[in-house]
């Protein structure tokens, strides 16, 4: 299994505890670190960082359109492909615009005309909308929160507006959240945790899961209050104790050109907990029995 590794800088993780995690997934053989981003320069300094700490290709999924013109973001992403050596892709995202398959259509095209020759420039996409963007325009195409069929269906569906277009198929990538605990209800709630705000928000993300069938566990955990069915968890994420989730990383990752394992920590700060999630993905491993 080829695999990327994304460490999230809200986890409380130190810049010491991050290098050395980046370090880590580099002797075990991760292809790439990847960071999200707010609306500033920080993950642009992060990636800049973590190459000069562990040489790997670093990738930024994703910058939020809606928080700053593409000038903005074109400059930092020339520093860190120079400062890389070209070993940088940067993912943009619509992020709270108004009509956004529309305004990231020009968002791209403008931000693409202001990057050095040769960068990356993914779109970050969900619905059937911005998946065609994605196809038309974009490199690569970042997903979140899917399962292997909604990847399927989402291959689908640049593909075609790929092909519409004349041009190359995009690359697919998708963080894949991932958290792994001695007890597997720490890693069950952790990554329950995760989702919430994802699924349970009132932007596209609630579409996204109703899309892919999960209304009713949607109503169900709101109406009782209720913990999630871990069959919904295991559908969009891995959990889980040691030696029981690499499996279920290798099965969300079908269909993809990149899973990215999205680090998971028990608590805040919790370097061992990220430590086990990289040490139980690395792409080295088998699972052979």
Not at 81 to 105: C, D, I, K, Q
Not at 172 to 193: C, S
Not at 247 to 255: C, F, H, K, N
């Amino acid at each position: 299994m080829q695999a990327a590794f994304s460490i999230d800088p809200d986890q409380g993780l130190s810049e010491r505890d991050e290098l050395d995690l980046v370090r880590l997934g580099a002797a075990l053989g991760y292809v790439a670190a990847w960071t999200p981003s707010r609306a500033d320069a920080a993950a642009f300094e992060r990636c800049l960082r973590w190459h000069e700490a562990s040489g790997l290709p670093v990738g930024i999924s994703a910058v939020p359109a809606s928080g700053q013109p593409p000038a903005f973001y074109a400059e930092h992403a020339r520093r860190v492909w120079e400062g890389t050596g070209g070993r940088f892709t940067l993912v943009a995202g619509s992020g709270r615009m108004a009509h956004p398959a529309e305004g990231m259509r020009r968002y791209l095209a403008d931000l693409r005309g202001l990057l050095p020759p040769g960068l990356p420039l993914f779109l970050a996409a969900l619905g059937p909308l911005m998946l065609g963007v994605g196809g038309e325009l974009a490199d690569g195409v970042a997903l979140n929160w899917c399962t292997p069929a909604q990847v399927a269906w989402s291959r689908d569906r640049i593909t075609g507006a790929a092909i519409a277009a004349g041009r190359p198929v995009p690359s697919l990538v998708e963080y894949i959240r991932t958290a792994v605990a001695h007890d597997p209800g720490i890693a069950r709630a952790t990554l329950g945790a995760a989702v919430r705000p994802y699924a349970l928000g009132t932007g596209g993300y609630r579409g996204h899961f109703e899309r892919m069938g999960f209304a009713g566990e949607l109503r169900r955990v709101e109406d009782r209050a209720a913990d999630w069915d871990p069959a919904f968890l295991s559908a969009v994420g891995a959990w889980g104790a040691h030696g029981d989730v690499r499996r279920q990383v290798e099965r969300l990752g079908e269909g993809l050109d990149l899973p990215i394992v999205r680090v998971l920590v028990a608590h805040r700060g919790d370097a061992a907990s990220a430590r086990a999630v990289l040490e139980e993905c690395a792409p080295g491993r088998s699972t052979a029995t």
